[in-house]
Protein backbone atom coordinates (compact mmCIF):
# COMPACT_ATOMS: atom_id res chain seq x y z
CA UNK A 1 0.00 0.00 0.00
CA UNK A 2 1.31 3.45 -1.22
CA UNK A 3 1.51 5.38 2.30
CA UNK A 4 3.32 8.37 4.34
CA UNK A 5 4.51 6.71 7.90
CA UNK A 6 5.67 8.84 10.74
CA UNK A 7 6.68 7.68 14.36
CA UNK A 8 5.57 8.25 16.74
CA UNK A 9 2.25 8.84 16.53
CA UNK A 10 1.71 10.52 19.94
CA UNK A 11 5.03 11.89 21.99
CA UNK A 12 5.03 13.98 25.47
CA UNK A 13 8.23 15.25 26.40
CA UNK A 14 9.85 17.77 28.47
CA UNK A 15 11.89 20.69 27.76
CA UNK A 16 15.34 20.03 26.31
CA UNK A 17 14.90 16.34 25.96
CA UNK A 18 15.93 15.71 22.08
CA UNK A 19 13.93 13.53 20.30
CA UNK A 20 13.44 12.71 16.51
CA UNK A 21 9.94 12.48 14.57
CA UNK A 22 10.58 9.57 12.15
CA UNK A 23 9.23 10.13 8.28
CA UNK A 24 8.84 7.44 5.79
CA UNK A 25 7.26 7.21 2.17
CA UNK A 26 7.29 4.13 0.05
CA UNK A 27 6.28 5.74 -3.26
CA UNK A 28 9.61 6.73 -4.43
CA UNK A 29 9.00 10.77 -4.11
CA UNK A 30 11.52 13.17 -4.51
CA UNK A 31 9.75 15.95 -2.65
CA UNK A 32 8.97 16.28 0.56
CA UNK A 33 8.11 18.56 3.77
CA UNK A 34 7.57 18.55 7.20
CA UNK A 35 4.49 20.87 8.70
CA UNK A 36 3.15 22.11 11.35
CA UNK A 37 -0.58 22.60 12.08
CA UNK A 38 -1.95 24.74 15.58
CA UNK A 39 -5.24 25.73 15.98
CA UNK A 40 -6.18 29.07 14.28
CA UNK A 41 -3.42 28.72 12.13
CA UNK A 42 -2.87 27.06 8.47
CA UNK A 43 -0.29 24.03 8.09
CA UNK A 44 3.23 26.30 8.08
CA UNK A 45 6.29 24.63 6.73
CA UNK A 46 9.42 23.83 8.22
CA UNK A 47 11.34 22.60 5.93
CA UNK A 48 11.18 20.66 2.85
CA UNK A 49 13.65 18.62 0.76
CA UNK A 50 14.00 18.07 -3.35
CA UNK A 51 15.88 15.24 -3.01
CA UNK A 52 18.08 13.15 -1.33
CA UNK A 53 21.23 15.63 0.72
CA UNK A 54 18.55 18.38 -0.72
CA UNK A 55 17.19 20.57 1.77
CA UNK A 56 15.25 23.99 2.89
CA UNK A 57 14.13 26.14 5.30
CA UNK A 58 10.15 26.63 4.88
CA UNK A 59 8.63 28.96 6.93
CA UNK A 60 9.30 28.31 10.72
CA UNK A 61 12.45 26.45 10.84
CA UNK A 62 13.41 27.82 14.26
CA UNK A 63 14.31 24.89 16.60
CA UNK A 64 14.60 22.07 14.15
CA UNK A 65 16.53 20.28 11.95
CA UNK A 66 15.87 17.69 9.17
CA UNK A 67 18.27 15.08 7.34
CA UNK A 68 17.56 13.56 4.10
CA UNK A 69 20.19 10.78 3.77
CA UNK A 70 17.93 8.12 1.73
CA UNK A 71 15.38 9.16 -0.69
CA UNK A 72 12.42 7.36 1.31
CA UNK A 73 13.58 9.16 4.68
CA UNK A 74 13.08 12.76 6.34
CA UNK A 75 13.03 12.46 9.87
CA UNK A 76 12.33 15.57 11.87
CA UNK A 77 14.95 16.38 14.84
CA UNK A 78 14.32 18.69 18.04
CA UNK A 79 17.31 18.86 19.52
CA UNK A 80 16.06 21.03 22.41
CA UNK A 81 12.42 20.88 22.42
CA UNK A 82 10.10 23.83 23.96
CA UNK A 83 6.58 23.84 24.84
CA UNK A 84 6.05 26.68 21.90
CA UNK A 85 7.07 23.55 19.82
CA UNK A 86 3.73 21.75 20.97
CA UNK A 87 1.65 21.30 18.34
CA UNK A 88 0.54 18.52 15.55
CA UNK A 89 2.86 17.62 12.79
CA UNK A 90 2.62 16.59 9.07
CA UNK A 91 5.28 15.33 6.81
CA UNK A 92 4.14 15.05 3.04
CA UNK A 93 5.89 14.01 0.39
CA UNK A 94 5.04 14.40 -3.54
CA UNK A 95 6.40 12.47 -6.49
CA UNK A 96 7.84 15.86 -8.11
CA UNK A 97 7.98 19.42 -7.78
CA UNK A 98 5.59 20.46 -10.68
CA UNK A 99 3.34 22.30 -10.13
CA UNK A 100 0.26 20.22 -10.03
CA UNK A 101 1.34 17.39 -7.83
CA UNK A 102 -0.32 16.60 -4.82
CA UNK A 103 0.95 15.89 -1.72
CA UNK A 104 0.53 12.83 0.69
CA UNK A 105 0.30 13.33 4.21
CA UNK A 106 1.25 10.88 7.04
CA UNK A 107 -0.59 10.61 9.90
CA UNK A 108 0.22 13.02 12.31
CA UNK A 109 2.36 13.20 15.27
CA UNK A 110 0.43 15.01 17.89
CA UNK A 111 3.73 16.23 20.17
CA UNK A 112 3.31 18.19 23.56
CA UNK A 113 6.36 19.48 25.40
CA UNK A 114 5.85 20.07 28.85
CA UNK B 1 2.54 39.89 2.96
CA UNK B 2 0.95 37.19 1.08
CA UNK B 3 -2.76 35.96 2.97
CA UNK B 4 -5.32 32.97 1.93
CA UNK B 5 -8.86 33.85 3.94
CA UNK B 6 -11.65 30.77 4.23
CA UNK B 7 -14.39 31.17 6.98
CA UNK B 8 -13.64 29.61 10.09
CA UNK B 9 -16.99 27.20 10.58
CA UNK B 10 -20.07 26.33 8.43
CA UNK B 11 -22.91 24.65 8.90
CA UNK B 12 -25.30 22.86 6.56
CA UNK B 13 -27.80 19.96 6.05
CA UNK B 14 -27.53 16.58 4.95
CA UNK B 15 -28.52 16.42 1.60
CA UNK B 16 -28.17 19.68 0.57
CA UNK B 17 -25.03 22.24 -0.92
CA UNK B 18 -22.83 24.14 0.09
CA UNK B 19 -20.42 26.49 -0.98
CA UNK B 20 -16.46 26.90 1.02
CA UNK B 21 -15.37 30.11 -0.14
CA UNK B 22 -11.54 31.14 -0.64
CA UNK B 23 -10.07 34.15 -1.35
CA UNK B 24 -5.86 34.71 -1.95
CA UNK B 25 -3.24 37.80 -2.02
CA UNK B 26 0.08 35.98 -2.92
CA UNK B 27 2.82 36.97 -5.10
CA UNK B 28 2.00 35.65 -8.13
CA UNK B 29 0.07 32.48 -8.45
CA UNK B 30 0.93 29.12 -10.09
CA UNK B 31 -2.08 26.81 -8.86
CA UNK B 32 -4.80 26.32 -6.00
CA UNK B 33 -5.46 23.37 -3.85
CA UNK B 34 -8.11 22.28 -1.79
CA UNK B 35 -7.83 19.19 1.06
CA UNK B 36 -10.18 17.55 2.96
CA UNK B 37 -9.14 16.91 6.53
CA UNK B 38 -11.18 14.98 8.89
CA UNK B 39 -10.54 15.76 13.06
CA UNK B 40 -7.37 13.65 13.70
CA UNK B 41 -6.48 12.84 10.31
CA UNK B 42 -4.09 13.91 7.62
CA UNK B 43 -4.92 16.06 4.69
CA UNK B 44 -6.07 13.97 1.72
CA UNK B 45 -6.06 15.96 -1.88
CA UNK B 46 -9.24 16.97 -3.39
CA UNK B 47 -8.67 19.20 -6.36
CA UNK B 48 -6.67 21.34 -8.42
CA UNK B 49 -7.35 24.73 -10.31
CA UNK B 50 -4.65 26.72 -12.35
CA UNK B 51 -7.06 28.30 -15.24
CA UNK B 52 -10.31 29.89 -14.80
CA UNK B 53 -12.93 27.96 -14.75
CA UNK B 54 -15.37 25.22 -13.03
CA UNK B 55 -13.61 21.76 -12.22
CA UNK B 56 -16.21 18.83 -11.33
CA UNK B 57 -15.63 15.41 -9.70
CA UNK B 58 -18.23 13.56 -8.96
CA UNK B 59 -19.95 15.85 -5.42
CA UNK B 60 -17.07 18.33 -5.59
CA UNK B 61 -16.70 20.73 -7.68
CA UNK B 62 -13.84 23.61 -7.99
CA UNK B 63 -13.91 27.12 -9.26
CA UNK B 64 -11.40 29.13 -9.68
CA UNK B 65 -11.06 33.24 -10.76
CA UNK B 66 -7.35 34.31 -11.14
CA UNK B 67 -8.29 37.80 -11.43
CA UNK B 68 -10.30 38.31 -8.21
CA UNK B 69 -8.46 35.63 -6.59
CA UNK B 70 -10.97 33.97 -5.71
CA UNK B 71 -12.17 30.26 -5.48
CA UNK B 72 -14.98 28.08 -4.01
CA UNK B 73 -15.26 24.51 -3.12
CA UNK B 74 -18.80 23.70 -3.53
CA UNK B 75 -19.80 20.37 -2.55
CA UNK B 76 -23.35 18.90 -3.45
CA UNK B 77 -25.86 15.94 -1.78
CA UNK B 78 -23.99 16.38 1.50
CA UNK B 79 -23.51 13.37 3.83
CA UNK B 80 -23.17 13.05 7.32
CA UNK B 81 -18.98 11.78 6.25
CA UNK B 82 -18.38 15.27 4.96
CA UNK B 83 -18.27 16.84 8.38
CA UNK B 84 -14.36 18.03 7.95
CA UNK B 85 -12.16 20.69 7.72
CA UNK B 86 -11.51 21.77 3.79
CA UNK B 87 -8.33 23.59 3.44
CA UNK B 88 -6.83 25.56 0.65
CA UNK B 89 -3.82 26.21 -0.66
CA UNK B 90 -2.05 28.12 -3.39
CA UNK B 91 1.05 28.04 -4.75
CA UNK B 92 2.93 31.34 -5.53
CA UNK B 93 4.82 31.83 -8.74
CA UNK B 94 8.04 32.22 -7.47
CA UNK B 95 8.00 28.76 -6.16
CA UNK B 96 7.25 25.24 -6.48
CA UNK B 97 8.36 23.89 -3.34
CA UNK B 98 5.81 25.70 -1.14
CA UNK B 99 2.40 26.40 -0.75
CA UNK B 100 0.43 29.22 1.22
CA UNK B 101 -2.46 27.52 3.98
CA UNK B 102 -5.84 29.03 4.39
CA UNK B 103 -6.78 28.09 7.86
CA UNK B 104 -8.78 25.84 6.72
CA UNK B 105 -13.50 25.65 7.32
CA UNK B 106 -14.50 23.53 9.52
CA UNK B 107 -17.77 21.98 7.86
CA UNK B 108 -20.95 20.75 10.63
CA UNK B 109 -23.29 18.40 8.45
CA UNK B 110 -26.53 18.21 10.48
CA UNK B 111 -28.79 15.50 9.57
Known amino acids: EAQVTQNPRYLITVTGKKLTVTCSQN?????MSWYRQDPGLGLRQIYY???????DKGDVPEGYKVSRKEKRNFPLILESPSPNQTSLYFC?????????????FGPGTRLTVL | GQNIDQPTEMTATEGAIVQINCTYQ??????LFWYQQHAGEAPTFLSY??LDGLEEKGRFSSFLSRSKGYSYLLLKELQMKDSASYLC????????????WGAGTKLIIKP
Open chain 1, 92 to 104: ASSFSLAGYEEQF
Open chain 1, 27 to 31: MNHEY
Open chain 1, 49 to 55: SMNVEVT
Open chain 2, 26 to 31: TSGFNG
Open chain 2, 49 to 50: NV
Open chain 2, 89 to 100: AVRPRDSNYQLI
